[in-house]
């Protein structure tokens, strides 16, 4: 195939294979897709996980997209790690997580910083939630928050 021409300059121009991504901020959401690539688990994995670890909870949007959370992130690499370096079970793993000995996603935000809201009062709709989709739906607003703390400056 011949070269294509850039309009402006007359060199080559990149093959698509050869163009880097977008870079996201830290603290972006991440989708599926790029969670898995990023640690090299199969997207069918991560959904499995999310039956057998209550405390991996990405968001979910529209038609089910799911978009994780730098804490959520953490947390799964924990748990690829224990279970393919070091050879635990899910049973272990899960185990570990009762027992304490493993930092879920809450504990990981507040190590990062991320200070947890108080709880308000229950409104009729939020009464429908538990705890895991109330501390979901708070740490996605407070990100909204400090998005649009940033944007106003």
Known sequence: MANI????SG???????????????????RTISEVAEQLDV????LRFWETKFSTVRPLKRGGG????????IDLIRQIR???YA???TIKGVQRLMREGQLKTAASLASAKGV??????RPTRMAKNLDTGDMQTLIAELCELRDMLRGAAK
């Not at 199969?42 to 994995?45: C, D, G, I, S």
């Open 65 to 72: 997209r799911r978009y994780y959370r730098p804490e959520d």
């Open 42 to 45: 199969p997207q069918h994995v």
């Open 115 to 120: 200070k947890a809201s108080a709880p308000a």
């Open 5 to 8: 021409l850039t309009a402006h």
């Open 81 to 83: 790690n224990l279970l």
């Open 11 to 29: 060199e080559p121009a990149a093959p698509l294979s050869e163009k880097k991504p977008a870079t996201k901020s830290a603290s972006a959401f």
């Open 86 to 88: 070091d050879g635990y």
